[in-house]
């Protein structure tokens, strides 16, 4: 559909002095103003794998360049930057509670909530997802529907290099306060992380609940409960304690997604 726009964009991406062009740059603020309206994303799932769009991500890089720092006035509160603050909430269906500042370029689905958070441009954030308090979702990450990214979450975000895939956060999951997700980690739908869990690619997240443990790294399975853990590892100096991340068992089909989220946690005896 966008085979025109992609092959602009990967042009000026390939030779810079096209950004010198009214072709280019158009082609460029097209892509963005897509972006924001949700019409393309940095990564969208394909046949059940999810696959990032070099093309898009080239987009925002060339964006930058494009800019000019200004100052940005939102009521009370000044700024001073190169990217535009989303406007028009009430027409998008999206509460946003002061100070709270997505920039323009990044997607918050109808019924999104914002409660003072911030989220970055390439983002997008899908329908009935709650952006708690100080969560952080940086640029290009993913989050699907229904998910609470609760108080302190850190989203990370990734521009470059343009092959690098941002994180997932899948439908109707639970990322619980001061949770750090980074490095294009990704997180299968419903799968409900407890307070402080910290999951980098290199992290080990360990299956515990069956009679052997099962090792996984940069991806939580969908409907596990995770809590952070540590395991022994040997060094020169000696053995020190690595963090990890636990599945300690799955959420219960039976229990309704929305209303289930802290009672998942809670079923464990995990703090959320």
């Avoid at 009214?22 to 046949?47: F, Y």
């Avoid at 990704?186 to 443990?213: F, H, R, Y």
């Amino acid at each position: 559909m966008y085979d025109n726009l992609k092959k602009l964009i990967v042009e000026a991406w390939d030779n810079r002095t096209l950004l010198k062009q009214t072709a280019s740059q158009q082609a460029v603020k097209e892509c963005i103003e897509l972006l924001d309206k949700g019409h393309i994303r940095v990564a969208e799932k394909i046949n059940n794998a999810w696959q990032t769009n070099e093309w898009v991500k080239k987009a925002i890089l060339l964006y930058f360049p494009l800019c000019t720092s200004e100052t940005i006035n939102a009521g009370p509160f000044e700024y001073f930057d190169k990217i535009a603050t989303k406007r028009n909430y009430a027409e998008q269906k999206v509460r946003v509670v002061p100070p709270a500042i997505a920039r323009y370029g990044a997607y918050l689905a109808p019924n999104v909530v914002m409660m003072p958070a911030y989220v970055n441009i390439g983002a997008y954030v899908g329908s009935g997802t709650m952006v708690d308090t100080w969560a952080t979702v940086g640029s290009a990450a993913q989050i699907g529907k229904n998910v609470h990214l609760s108080g302190g979450v850190g989203i990370g975000g990734v521009l470059e290099p343009v092959q690098a895939s941002p994180v997932i956060i899948e439908d109707d999951c639970f990322i619980g306060s001061r949770c750090i997700v980074v490095e294009g980690v990704i997180i299968k739908s419903e799968a409900v992380l407890g307070a402080n869990v910290t999951i980098t690619q290199s992290t080990k997240i360990i299956d515990v609940s069956g009679s052997k443990p099962v090792t996984y790294q940069g991806e939580v399975p969908e409907r596990s409960v995770v809590i952070p853990g540590s395991y022994t590892k040997s060094f020169p100096a000696g053995n020190y304690q690595v963090n990890c991340a636990l599945i300690i068992g799955k959420r219960k089909a039976s229990t309704d997604k929305k209303t289930s989220l802290n009672n998942a946690l809670r079923d464990y005896d995990v703090a959320t």
